[in-house]
């Protein structure tokens, strides 16, 4: 069974996927800050290679979207278990010291927030601490624990049915609108905007943004993966199962009959359900994102395995070894290229040449955490994140 790690203790296979995921979540948040999101669909409908938005929204709602999310917060819960299996004789010391972990996260987290409203950080941190609580549950307790929570946006939503009228919602003139603010009036400030203004705006995003937890039910959800990857950690998941081919058929074969039902009925998880099928479609929509997210998993072990499995995935675990740095570089490179207060290039790119620039984004990346790995141990905000955590300054340059 292949183990081969990077360094004693890390399982190489989970870098080799955490920065598959990393690339991913690019995918996704670069149609956020290149305002692609946000423009009016007749002004989409004029760009530059438009005949193929069609096509990508596609690959977008069957392969992206909320698939990558997905497989961070399984690694996350899955960081956790390996780190508490491995310190489980000395849990007096490790959980402290993992608790201060999850605080610097937290700020960390906050700080980007204050950048960018699509911050995941922050939500993490804070689960992470109802995770820790949860630690003492058995194997069994924990992967029913993680379906309950998986599940529990359907009875929200089912009482919400119940208490309140609501209306099958209506075509919108962008893909992402806010109730507050017209299309024209956000754009302007993204796109040309001072960075005071950009800074008030996002504010009023990050607000929205916490506010659609709501009816997404992302902050139960994200806690039942964090709970499905302690569990898969717990049970060695990452050294056996995610090898089995049985497992992988299973993973998409389920993935793909549940996107395919999701994705051809315009199921949505942005707003509250207003019928029992529109219900049904949302049950659809987290079945195909958890497992195409295993399948995704599964399949990157398969090729791992293989001869040249290391060297065909090298780029992702470079990455992967350096997600913290990489996730936030992403944001500030996003910024950077698209808001009026960078390069200006808001709202001028469909969605083929968005993912273009993604896979550029993702080569430069990949090449910058390979040399930078040859030099030092960790990326500069893990290092840093260390540094926080055991509160002294820690040589990070690698000897000769």
Same mark, same amino acid.
């Given at each position: 069974?292949?183990?081969?790690?990077?360094?004693?203790?890390?399982?190489?296979?989970?870098?080799?996927?955490?920065?598959?995921?990393?690339?991913?979540?690019?995918?996704?948040?670069?149609?956020? !800050?290149?305002?692609?999101?946000?423009?009016?669909?007749?002004?989409?409908?004029? &760009?530059? +290679?438009?005949?193929?938005?069609?096509?990508?929204?596609?690959?977008?709602?069957?392969?992206?979207?909320?698939?990558?999310?997905?497989?961070?917060?399984?690694?996350?819960?899955?960081?956790?278990?390996? =780190?508490?299996?491995?310190?489980?004789?000395?849990?007096?010391?490790?959980?402290?010291?993992?608790?201060?972990?999850?605080?610097?996260?937290?700020?960390?987290?906050?700080?980007?927030?204050?950048?960018?409203?699509?911050?995941?950080?922050?939500?993490?941190?804070?689960?992470?601490?109802?995770?820790?609580?949860?630690?003492?549950?058995?194997?069994?307790?924990?992967?029913?624990?993680?379906?309950?929570?998986?599940?529990?946006?359907?009875?929200?939503?089912?009482?919400?049915?119940?208490?309140?009228?609501?209306?099958?919602?209506?075509?919108?003139?962008?893909?992402?609108?806010?109730?507050?603010?017209?299309?024209?009036?956000? *754009?302007?400030?993204?796109?040309?905007?001072?960075?005071?203004?950009?800074?008030?705006?996002?504010?009023?995003?990050?607000?929205?943004?916490?506010?659609? +937890?709501?009816?997404?039910?992302?902050?139960?959800?994200?806690?039942?993966?964090?709970?499905?990857?302690?569990?898969?950690?717990?049970?060695?998941?990452?050294?056996?199962?995610?090898?089995?081919?049985?497992?992988?058929?299973?993973?998409?074969?389920?993935?793909?009959?549940?996107?395919?039902?999701?994705?051809?009925?315009?199921?949505?998880?942005?707003?509250?359900?207003?019928?029992?099928?529109? &219900?049904?479609?949302?049950?659809?929509?987290?079945?195909?994102?958890?497992?195409?997210?295993?399948?995704?998993?599964? &399949?990157?072990? $398969?090729?791992?395995?293989?001869?040249?499995?290391?060297?065909?995935?090298?780029?992702?675990?470079?990455?992967?070894?350096?997600? +913290?740095?990489?996730?936030?570089? $992403?944001?500030?490179?996003?910024?950077?290229?698209?808001?009026?207060?960078?390069?200006?290039?808001?709202? $001028?790119?469909?969605?083929?040449?968005?993912?273009?620039?993604?896979?550029?984004?993702?080569?430069?990346?990949?090449?910058?955490?390979?040399?930078?790995?040859?030099?030092?141990? =960790?990326?500069?905000?893990? !290092?840093?994140?260390?540094?926080?955590? =055991?509160?002294?300054?820690?040589? *990070?340059?690698?000897? =000769?």
């Amino acid at each position: 069974m292949t183990t081969t790690t990077a360094t004693p203790g890390r399982i190489a296979v989970i870098d080799a996927i955490r920065g598959f995921a990393v690339v991913g979540i690019l995918l996704a948040n670069i149609q956020s !800050w290149s305002g692609y999101k946000f423009l009016p669909l007749t002004e989409i409908a004029e &760009l530059s +290679f438009y005949g193929l938005d069609e096509l990508f929204r596609l690959l977008n709602a069957t392969l992206v979207d909320g698939r990558f999310y997905s497989i961070f917060s399984i690694l996350f819960g899955a960081g956790f278990g390996i =780190q508490y299996v491995k310190n489980r004789d000395r849990l007096d010391t490790f959980i402290p010291v993992y608790r201060r972990r999850i605080v610097f996260l937290l700020l960390i987290g906050c700080v980007h927030a204050l950048i960018w409203s699509g911050d995941i950080l922050t939500l993490y941190a804070l689960l992470a601490f109802a995770l820790i609580m949860l630690r003492n549950l058995s194997d069994r307790q924990i992967l029913l624990l993680a379906i309950v929570l998986l599940s529990t946006f359907l009875v929200t939503h089912t009482l919400h049915m119940l208490v309140s009228e609501v209306a099958a919602p209506q075509p919108k003139a962008a893909i992402k609108v806010y109730p507050d603010i017209s299309s024209a009036d956000f *754009n302007q400030i993204l796109g040309h905007g001072s960075l005071r203004e950009v800074f008030y705006l996002n504010l009023h995003n990050l607000y929205w943004r916490w506010m659609d +937890f709501l009816p997404n039910g992302r902050i139960s959800r994200v806690l039942g993966l964090f709970l499905l990857g302690f569990w898969m950690a717990r049970t060695n998941y990452f050294t056996q199962a995610i090898y089995s081919r049985r497992n992988l058929i299973v993973f998409i074969a389920i993935g793909v009959c549940c996107t395919y039902w999701s994705v051809s009925r315009g199921g949505n998880l942005f707003y509250w359900a207003y019928s029992a099928n529109d &219900l049904w479609l949302k049950a659809m929509i987290v079945l195909a994102q958890i497992f195409v997210a295993l399948a995704y998993m599964s &399949l990157l072990a $398969q090729v791992f395995r293989l001869p040249i499995g290391e060297s065909l995935l090298w780029p992702f675990t470079q990455i992967g070894r350096m997600a +913290f740095t990489s996730y936030l570089s $992403q944001t500030a490179i996003g910024i950077a290229l698209f808001y009026g207060v960078g390069l200006g290039f808001y709202g $001028q790119y469909g969605l083929a040449q968005l993912w273009l620039i993604a896979l550029v984004i993702f080569v430069f990346q990949a090449i910058l955490a390979a040399v930078w790995l040859v030099y030092f141990r =960790q990326g500069p905000i893990e !290092w840093l994140w260390r540094c926080m955590i =055991q509160r002294k300054f820690l040589p *990070n340059i690698r000897s =000769q």
